[in-house]
């Protein structure tokens, strides 16, 4: 089966500075890969995807970049606030959609201001 | 809010017990998606119902089992708990199956005390 990994496990930047998270996963069949985003207690939500036909996506401060040969695909926060301070993590599914999504195992950022 | 809810929020049981959690989907969903939140285990998928029938697995316990009705609720029993299986229970539900993003109900805190 699909293995997703996911670093680093924790994150510090400062108010204002960029925040890296990167992905691998095992499986080239994997097709759509989210990035969701959780507050302490809360549900996970979706930030932003991306699928296997796009190397890079944009959507205001966040971008995420897929490298299909590497199997690798990454999270970019720029101009970090406060409120991005969360718990994110990253999915691959071999479905091509939402169902069955294979998830890191998450990524505590903490943006101090 | 997602459109998406799940009762009860918290639930506390004893080893040996039997619980069932319920999920609504958003209104028009037709696939809904049941997962695991542990600190052990990270976010794992469960198992998938598109339109009142199975569709993927995951790894979900034999002890469990998932449902989804006419009017596309659907309910996890969970039986014989173990103290491991306390976690957080999230639903989740999409359009449809495949190439679509998926909504995340608040979840279900289990304690299996």
């Known amino acids: 089966g699909e293995n997703v990994e996911q670093h680093p496990s924790t994150l510090s930047v400062q108010e204002g500075d960029s925040a890296v998270i990167k992905c691998t996963y095992s499986?080239?069949?994997?097709?759509?890969f989210p990035w969701y985003k959780q507050e302490l207690g809360k549900r996970p939500q979706l930030i932003i995807d991306?699928?296997?036909?796009?190397g890079e996506k944009k959507d205001q401060r966040i971008a995420v970049t897929l490298n299909k040969t590497a199997k690798h695909f990454s999270l970019h926060i720029t101009e970090t606030q406060p409120e991005d301070s969360a718990v994110y993590f990253c999915a691959a599914s071999l479905q091509g959609g939402a169902n069955n999504l294979f998830f890191g195992t998450g990524t505590r950022l903490t943006v101090i201001p | 809010d997602s459109g998406v809810t799940q009762t009860p929020k918290h639930l506390i049981t004893a080893t040996g017990q039997r619980v069932t959690l319920r999920c609504s989907p958003r209104?028009?969903?037709?696939?809904v998606y049941w997962y695991q939140q542990s600190l052990d285990q990270g976010l794992q998928f469960l198992i998938q119902y598109y339109n009142g029938e199975e569709r993927a697995k995951g790894n979900i316990l034999e002890r469990f089992s998932a449902q989804q009705f006419p009017d596309l609720h659907s309910e996890l029993n969970l039986s014989s708990l173990e103290l491991g299986d306390s976690a957080l229970y999230f639903c989740?539900?999409?359009?449809?199956?495949?190439?679509?993003?998926?909504?995340f109900g608040q979840g279900t805190r289990l304690t299996v005390v």
């Open positions: 989740a539900s999409s359009p449809r199956t495949g190439n679509t993003e998926a909504f």
């Open positions: 991306i699928r296997s036909n796009v």
């Open positions: 499986d080239s069949a994997s097709n759509y």
């Open positions: 209104s028009g969903d037709l696939s």
